[in-house]
């Protein structure tokens, strides 16, 4: 499948994932109750785990490591649940990001935290696009590439 025909497959997964940075046009962040605040503050912070949060741009790439057709209408299938559930709970639950922000702490990756601190997206949600994106594009690329394992 040459590449111009997995970009046109995986097209409408890329055009859905820029409505992310639209949601906090719709709705604005409110506080997480405390008892989050309260559970967070007790998961000790691992500055490293920034890296994993940008597997997702991995993911729109997939047309360049993914040549098979059907494995990558599979991947753009399940990312689109992904998405749908993703952004369902980020509008109904758009919890404020600030308190975890202000919590991370000079360190070799600085740099990746400071470009995710854009000023009107201040707010997250449980599960995170991101998150659920990343997860799903490691155990592809781990499947589908064993040595990117």
């Keep these: 499948m040459v590449l111009i025909d997995r970009i046109r497959v995986i097209l409408p997964f890329w055009i859905v994932s820029f409505f992310y940075f639209l949601i906090p046009f719709i ?8 008892v989050f605040l309260d559970f967070d503050n007790l998961i000790p912070f691992v500055w490293w785990m920034i890296v994993p949060y940008y597997i997702y741009y991995i993911g729109l790439a997939m047309p360049l490591i993914i040549k098979n057709k059907i494995l990558l209408n599979h991947f753009v299938h399940v990312s689109f649940i992904l998405l749908g559930i993703s952004y369902t709970i980020f509008i109904i639950w758009p919890i404020s990001c600030a308190p975890v922000m202000s919590s991370v702490s000079q360190n070799p990756l600085s740099f990746l935290y400071n470009t995710v601190e854009i000023a009107w997206l201040k707010q997250n949600g449980f599960p995170s696009v991101h998150v659920t994106v990343s997860s799903f594009t490691a155990l592809v690329l781990g499947t589908y590439r064993p040595r990117y394992r």
Excluded: G
């Design 27 to 34: 709705r604005s962040p409110i506080d997480a109750p405390q």
